[in-house]
């Protein structure tokens, strides 16, 4: 692995990519038979997840900003011409070429097989990178079928790739709105809806407006995006997002971060704020965060108490059970644990994802008392 070359294209010193690999900040794997470096945190200004196989690199999708303030965050921000997106509630992939084949990339940097072998399927996504393969395409997974978040779209169907950004794989500077959107349209990809495209002395109260919608028809949110991108983006996210991650995490208390609970319950409170919440209308709103705490948790304990594993269910297809084996030892080197029960027909499987930190410490306070 030539590191001084890898440097270059990072634009770092090579001394600080040695220190990285030397502090495990950056760690080292084997990708098929290549030597791969994995970005486990910032280094520099090269984000976490960015991976280089061999030498080929795929930079890390970098953090988008949070409105909690929707209104002072847009005033705030240096972006004249604003595209609204819709924030798809599905996983974080990037799709690049590596060794002439496309590969999909998950937010933390890990080639996801089952991820994998759905896109390279796709028409488009290798007619797309065959003719540009100095970019990637950054997309929402989303659909009743994949491993990691379920969440059902009319328009995904069991399995669906949405693409919200282009960006150079190794400079990671992305492509403009419109200039996206008229690459994804010659290949025939989707993108994520595209809500308007407003004035910045507009895009607040029009962002509010959508979000209501989006909201009563439960879908996750916007991305706010500079239309020419030079300007990062903003995204923002109604109560009833906040609230489903909230009770879908308190269903597994003991195996979510602290971190994840408090800044859905802080957005909660500026969004309050920011909607001119009061009298009855607050106390709705304090009834409903409190049920998305309480319940799922005492249902878990309820659970446990039966003598059930509190666990996630999907029902998968594949292709083969080679397929099926590699998501399984992917998952087991990700620290996931799951139960796996193969359908009639052998082409579909069920797993049950198991939430063992949250059902172990639920029985030991339930046996002991303390």
């Known amino acids: 692995m030539n590191l001084s070359l890898i440097s270059e294209k990072l634009g770092m010193p090579e001394w600080r990519l040695r220190g990285a690999i030397k502090r495990h ?33 795929v930079r890390g999708y970098p953090k988008i900003k949070r409105a909690l303030v929707l209104r002072a965050a847009v005033a705030a921000w240096g972006a004249e011409r604003v595209a609204v997106e819709e924030k798809l509630n599905g996983y974080n992939v990037r799709v690049a070429l590596v060794a002439g084949s496309p590969v999909a990339v998950t937010r933390g940097g890990h080639v996801c097989p089952y991820t994998t072998a759905r ?24 659909g009743s079928s994949n491993p990691y978040v379920v969440h059902r779209y009319r328009e995904a169907g069991s399995f669906g790739f949405f693409v919200f950004d282009v960006r150079h ?35 607040a109260e029009r962002v509010l407006e959508l979000v209501e919608v989006l909201e009563r028809e439960g ?5 706010l995006k ?30 979510y971060g602290r971190d994840f609970f408090f800044s859905r319950i802080l957005r909660e409170a500026y969004i309050a704020v920011e909607r001119g919440l009061s009298g009855e209308e607050l106390e709705r709103a304090a009834s409903e965060l409190g049920k998305s705490i309480l319940l799922p948790m005492v249902e878990s304990i309820r659970r446990v108490e ?29 620290g996931v644990s799951v139960q796996v029960e193969l359908m009639e027909d052998g082409r579909k499987a069920r797993l049950k994802k198991l939430r063992h930190a949250s059902t172990d410490r639920i029985r030991a306070v339930l046996k002991s008392g303390t």
């Open 306 to 334: 039966k003598g059930e594993v509190l666990g996630e269910s999907y029902e998968l297809e594949f292709r083969s059970e080679d397929e099926l084996l590699q998501l399984l030892e992917f998952l087991r080197r990700q």
């Open 226 to 255: 500079d239309y020419e991108m030079v300007e990062e983006p903003l995204k923002y996210t109604p109560s009833a997002t906040n609230l489903s991650d909230l009770r879908h995490a308190f269903a597994y208390p003991y195996d």
């Open 219 to 223: 879908r996750e949110g916007v991305v």
């Open 169 to 203: 794989r190794e400079t990671n500077e992305p492509l403009s709105v419109p200039e996206r959107q008229r690459l994804l349209a010659e290949h025939g990809l989707p993108g994520v809806p595209l809500l308007g495209v407003f004035p910045k002395d507009e895009v």
């Open 119 to 142: 896109l390279a399927e796709s028409e488009g996504i290798r007619s797309f990178l065959g003719e540009n393969p100095e970019y990637m395409l950054c997309g929402e997974v989303v």
């Open 25 to 57: 900040s950056v760690q080292v794997f084997s990708y098929s038979g290549m030597e791969m470096l994995l970005f486990r945190k910032d280094v520099g200004s090269v984000e976490r997840g960015t991976v280089v196989f061999g030498e080929e690199v």
